[in-house]
């Protein structure tokens, strides 16, 4: 077994877009907060290996990595909870999408961070 790679597909709820934009760019914007969330997410046993914003007001696309061993609930937990992309917003609505990398022969979009 290895890791699960996922797209979500966030979606921001009426009028929280304009909220959700001003922390995530303070977070991008303090590197030193950045780095220590990345260290923190990863900690947890999740990597996000792209963000993909198509405007302002959504969707955005990101893909995923999560650990060996954590269920695709546990991270659909993660991915809306207090520590995901929400940031304790509750702004997204996230739709989760596993990878079947057995269609792919094993080949990940990514590399494995873990």
Not at 8 to 15: A, E, Q, R, S, T
Not at 29 to 46: H, L, P, Q, V, W
């Amino acid at each position: 077994m290895a890791s699960s790679f996922y797209i979500v597909n966030h979606h921001f709820k009426p009028g929280m877009a304009a909220e959700w934009w001003g922390k995530t760019g303070a977070l991008m914007s303090d590197e030193a907060a950045f780095a220590e969330n990345i260290e923190s997410t990863m900690e947890k046993g999740f990597f996000n290996h792209s963000f993909m914003p198509m405007a302002a007001e959504g969707p955005i696309y990101c893909v995923w990595e999560a650990k060996e061993g954590i269920s695709d609930s546990e991270f659909q937990d993660f991915i809306d909870g207090p520590d995901g992309v929400n940031w304790g917003l509750v702004a997204l609505n996230n739709n989760v999408m596993k990878l079947d990398l057995a269609l792919t022969g094993g080949q990940t979009p990514y590399e494995r961070k873990f």
